[in-house]
């Protein structure tokens, strides 16, 4: 069984910064691609930031030069951190990996229980 926990949302004035952290635990053999999702009111659930399979990362236009995301492997922790928020990135935020389970062969995604971005004007 694999549990991911995302912490670290709040409410923040525009401008300011927030730093999230999402922890894989159970039995995870190995962590594939690991990325952050926002999905904010009457909208779809869309790509922030992540690592592709090959350790390369990719980020939403909207975020390019503000977000950056990072990872503690040995830990298998995520991190998002934000900066120069601005009211468009309020949304809830959601982790995501694709694990392969000890016993398994194929990945499997995994969410996590998502946390509240509320950036303020």
């Known amino acids: 069984q694999v549990q991911l926990v995302e912490s670290g949302g709040g409410l923040v004035q525009a401008g300011g910064s927030l730093r999230l952290s999402c922890a894989a635990s159970g039995s995870i053999f190995r962590t594939n691609a690991m990325g952050w999702y926002r999905q904010a009111p009457g909208k779809q659930r869309e790509l922030v930031a992540a690592f592709t399979s090959g350790g390369s990362t990719n980020y939403a236009d909207s975020v390019k030069g503000r977000f950056t995301i990072s990872r503690d492997r040995a830990k298998n922790t995520l991190y998002l951190q934000m900066n120069i928020l601005r009211p468009e990135d309020t949304a809830v935020y959601y982790c995501?990996?694709?694990?392969?389970?000890?016993?398994?062969?194929?990945?499997?995604?995994?969410w996590g229980q998502g946390t509240q971005v509320t950036v303020s004007s």
């Open positions: 995501n990996f694709e694990i392969v389970a000890y016993g398994s062969i194929m990945g499997r995604n995994y």
